[in-house]
């Protein structure tokens, strides 16, 4: 399926490699298989990808070796500020959220993640912008979540 959705990007960081953007839809078209969301989150609506098959692909395609060890979090951020970290064990089953009925995410965008085995009941964050994949293993386990309480000069700069 592809969605259109516009110059929103999200910024993929991994240890030891340059950033990099993509779109939702270039992300689905990496995971390869998508699926109707309501399959792993009950009541939830819209076309979804699943996570470890997109990251399993997309860290393929940047040469990381496969028998490279897994990050210890994926730390994601989004438009609103809002910040998780969610250790990796915590990924299983997780679900990106892409599209609804073939469209963009009508709030906000370009994707959500959904973590139906995280730290909380159902942890979601809306309006992803970037993922950084974390090796830490001193935080090895550790959560947070909220908003973000410091910013940069840059940041304030690019915030008016």
Not at 74 to 84: C, H, I, P, Y
Not at 125 to 138: A, N, Y
Request: aromatic share 10%; charged share 20%; hydrophobic share 40%.
């Amino acid at each position: 399926m592809t969605v259109q959705s516009g110059n929103t990007s999200i910024t993929i960081a991994y240890t030891g490699q340059e950033p990099v953007s993509l779109t939702a839809d270039e992300m689905a078209k990496l995971a390869g298989a998508s699926f109707p969301l309501s399959s792993r989150i009950a009541g939830a609506a819209g076309e979804a990808f699943d996570f470890g098959a997109w990251f399993e692909a997309w860290r393929g395609k940047q040469g990381v070796a496969p028998d490279a060890p897994l990050p210890t979090h994926l730390k994601v951020e989004a438009v609103d500020t809002f910040e998780a970290l969610i250790p990796w064990e915590q990924l299983k089953d997780a679900a990106v959220q892409y599209a609804v009925d073939g469209a963009p995410l009508p709030k906000g965008g370009p994707i959500r993640l959904y973590v139906p085995h995280g730290s909380s009941e159902c942890l979601n964050v809306k309006s992803v912008v970037v993922c950084k994949f974390i090796h830490d293993e001193e935080k090895r386990g550790e959560v947070s979540y909220g908003f973000k309480q410091t910013f940069s000069a840059e940041e304030m700069r690019l915030k008016r």
